[in-house]
């Protein structure tokens, strides 16, 4: 069982990086774009570290939903990479970062896609084993685990976004002086 788990989480890593990469690289119209950008300036206006947090555990919570939390997994990885194609259409500096380098290459990415396979990958199993009329009981102390994980993996990255958020408008108005 041991090995299905690291596999799963393997796998819904990957699955979970393509889908946001192939969404990031679709072509939005100036409205899609102006009305994504929009929503996310409304939805981040004003928000803190706990804020992040708790909107990333949210996202994360119905993935451990078994069978469920695979599509909602990766209906967030195609949300964030459309968001992410909608910055790289207002923001040309973006089109030159790979989008999987957000991902792999920042704490916060790792941390949140590390916390979303973990998710992800425990529906796999749940609905797996109940496919095969398997109990899940045994499991529930090492979802309770997993769950620990992911909230310490989204509130560190929460605080971390926001540290880098708030560093990020200190530079940005710094220039503009």
Not at 8 to 16: D, G, K, P, Q
Not at 92 to 114: C, H, K, R, T
Not at 135 to 152: K, S
């Amino acid at each position: 069982m041991r090995n299905l788990r690291i596999l799963s989480f393997f796998v819904f890593l990957a699955i979970f990086s393509l889908t946001f990469a192939l969404a990031s690289e679709v072509q939005l119209s100036e409205d899609e774009t102006t009305i994504i950008m929009e929503e996310f300036d409304t939805m981040t206006k004003g928000i803190d570290a706990v804020g992040i947090f708790v909107h990333n555990v949210s996202i994360a919570l119905p993935m451990f939903i078994p069978g469920f939390g695979i599509v909602w997994g990766l209906f967030a990885a195609f949300s964030t990479g459309i968001a992410f194609s909608a910055m790289k259409s207002t923001i040309p500096l973006l089109n030159q970062v790979p989008s999987l380098s957000i991902l792999f290459m920042s704490p916060v990415g790792l941390m949140e896609i590390a916390a979303y396979s973990i998710a992800m990958s425990r529906s796999y199993i749940l609905i797996h084993k109940l496919i095969k009329k398997m109990p899940i009981r045994p499991d529930i102390r090492a979802i309770c685990i997993e769950v620990v994980i992911l909230v310490v993996l989204l509130l560190a990255g929460g605080f971390l976004e926001y540290f880098l958020i708030e560093s990020m408008s200190g530079f940005d108005s710094g220039m503009i002086d």
